[in-house]
């Protein structure tokens, strides 16, 4: 967070000036949700606080994307500490500000009872089958991720190789019509064509997103095909109604 109190959003390499189609849901789920009155009552410096976390995309495993969360915090860090906090401070932050927290599978495992090659990836809370893997944290701040090697031997999702057009009438269904009104009333916004037009957009991009990359999309003209889809798919509904 700035010294104004805007939030700034980056990835591991750099800070965003334009924020990739792939982050867009992720990011207004943060800014629609992030408790700014708790967060001032809490810290004397907002600046001083950074935040980690994932912003789930399909990258081959289908979960249930109406169901898991845009945003799953995992950590936070401090300047003036100059570290991590520990694991239950960062998860209860990330509850007191509005977001999600990673949800944590075991706490308190003896490093003598912990065999990473014999450990047994738990099920997804998110979707069907085992999870992708797990974050391993001891009290010092270390971490290490531990894949879940069964998960490599999938099939590699099929490209969408298309003209923006057809894509967008493929992919913008009922349903991520449905949820994204559903998204709008829920904020209190007057349901427009724009609104749900950019919800359908981020939508797409976060859950199609392995295959409409290897397929070498063009972002900026799916984006437009898909805003003449859910103009023409609400004009409908307005007549219908």
């Given at each position: ?80 500490q100059e ?114 037009h950019a919800?359908?957009?981020e939508m ?38």
């Open positions: 967070m700035t010294a104004a109190g805007l939030l700034v959003f980056g990835d591991r390499e750099r800070r965003f000036d334009d924020i990739p189609p792939v982050t867009k849901y992720a990011v207004r789920h943060v800014r629609d949700r992030f408790d700014r009155d708790a967060f001032y009552d809490a810290v004397s410096d907002p600046t001083d606080f950074v935040f980690f976390g994932v912003a789930p995309c399909n990258l081959g495993l289908d979960y249930d994307w109406a169901r898991l969360p845009p945003f799953l915090g995992h950590a936070v860090w401090t300047d003036e570290r991590l906090l520990p694991v239950d401070a960062a998860e209860q932050a990330f509850e007191r500000l509005g977001l999600d927290p990673v949800n944590t599978v075991e706490k308190e495992v003896n490093v003598r009872d912990f065999h990473p090659s014999r450990y047994e990836i738990p099920d997804s809370m998110w979707g069907d089958g085992p999870a992708a893997g797990i974050i391993v944290e001891n009290r010092r701040g270390g971490r290490a991720l531990l894949r879940n090697p069964v998960l490599d031997d999938r099939a590699s999702p099929e490209p969408i190789r298309d003209d923006a057009a057809s894509v967008a009438d493929r992919l913008v269904t009922d349903d991520r019509l449905e949820r994204a009104v559903d998204a709008v009333e829920s904020a209190e916004n007057p349901v427009t064509t724009e609104a749900v919800r359908v957009f797409v991009a976060r859950e199609e997103y392995v295959r409409l990359d290897k397929g070498g999309v063009d972002w900026d003209a799916l984006r437009s095909a898909v805003g003449s889809v859910v103009g023409a798919a609400l004009g409908r509904e307005g007549a219908d109604g």
